[in-house]
């Protein structure tokens, strides 16, 4: 856990190989909402951190997606 900005911190750095994203079937934001990546800096899907998803988990109503940044 942490903050968004620690968050996209990690990725930019390079500093993390794997992350564990928890999906809830729930929808919340705003225009004030923050991103759970904070300023990762990425505004193409051309230049997003590749992933590859190495397990979907289900966890009662929520999910666990596993994933290896590339």
């Not at 934001?29 to 190495?54: H, R, T």
Request: with cysteine; proline share 3%.
């Amino acid at each position: 856990e942490g903050g968004s900005l620690i968050h996209a911190s990690f990725i930019k750095s390079n500093t993390v190989d794997q992350l564990a994203l928890f999906l809830a079937p729930k929808v919340i934001g705003g225009q004030e909402a923050l991103s759970w990546c904070g300023n990762l800096g990425v505004d193409s899907l051309d230049d997003a951190p590749q992933m590859e998803i190495s397990s979907v988990t289900a966890l009662g109503e929520d999910w666990m997606i596993s994933a290896i940044i590339k």
